[in-house]
């Protein structure tokens, strides 16, 4: 990088969003990583992020309070004036049919999911000059996993909007997506869910999460993309099913 820049990464303490804040310290960006329920895992990170001789600050921001998140980029500015790129990596993901969806699971997941980065989306454009916005999608987005409808539909609904404030936003800004496949799975999932996925996988293996650094990073340096979504999947999000969760029988 020819300036100094810094870059605010959303539910950065943790997973995959971890990842994304030290695969940017490690080009000399300087981190804001915001968590809600991590803080001791937030200051860990900082800790190991300045280890890599870049500057990093902690942001504390609780997407499901019900108050506007916008002030966070704000928050943000005021620490590192070089804010130059936005990660929206946090999420929430609950399991239910439409049928037995309850309000309270489609306002949580659409609060975290789709909201919340609406809104940092709107908030970064009117401080930034220029910059990027990544917004971390799903290759689920592809299909039409009703098992997961609130949660899908907000990452639909955010796919859209990357290719929509890509639009609203440049040249000054660039949007774009990523979507990745089986790459950081959860806890929860077996080895055994693991292989069964990867059969319905064309590259017939299990994404790392070093691949998906790699994607932030092309997305960052090649100056001529926004409004895309980059599929990290394996090619998984190919078809039109692909291996659906909850038809996995162990």
């Known amino acids: 990088m020819s300036e100094r820049q810094a870059a605010l990464v959303t539910g950065g303490a943790i997973r995959v969003g971890l ?15 915001h968590y809600n329920s991590s803080a001791d895992k937030a200051e860990e990170a900082a800790v190991a992020i300045r280890a890599m001789g870049v500057n990093c600050a902690i942001f504390p921001c609780d997407f499901l309070s019900g108050r506007d998140p916008s002030g966070l980029i704000d928050d943000v500015a005021a620490v590192f004036p070089h ?5 929206n990596c946090a999420s929430i993901y609950n399991a239910a049919p439409v049928a037995e969806t309850t309000m ?13 980065p609406f809104l940092l989306s709107g908030a970064f454009a009117r401080r930034v000059e220029r910059g990027n916005i990544v917004n971390i999608l799903d290759n689920k987005i592809a299909f039409q996993q009703y098992q997961y409808g609130a949660y899908l539909s907000a990452k639909k609904a955010l796919g859209e909007l990357t290719k929509m404030t890509a639009m609203e936003f440049a040249p000054r800004i660039r949007v774009n997506g990523i979507a990745p496949g089986v790459i950081m799975p959860g806890v ?9 996925r990867v059969k319905g996988i064309p590259l017939q293996r299990q994404g790392a999460v070093e691949e998906l650094g790699k994607a932030l990073l092309y997305i960052l340096d090649n100056e001529y993309i926004t409004g895309q979504h980059l599929f990290v999947d394996g090619g998984e999000g190919l078809f039109h099913i692909g291996q659906n969760a909850e038809v996995y029988q162990p």
């Open 19 to 33: 990842h994304f804040a030290k695969t940017l310290a490690a080009k000399g960006y300087d981190i804001a990583i």
């Open 83 to 87: 804010l130059s790129v936005l990660v």
């Open 104 to 116: 309270a699971v489609l306002q949580n997941e659409f609060m975290v999911n789709f909201f919340t």
């Open 188 to 196: 929860t999932r077996t080895d055994d869910y693991i292989d069964w």
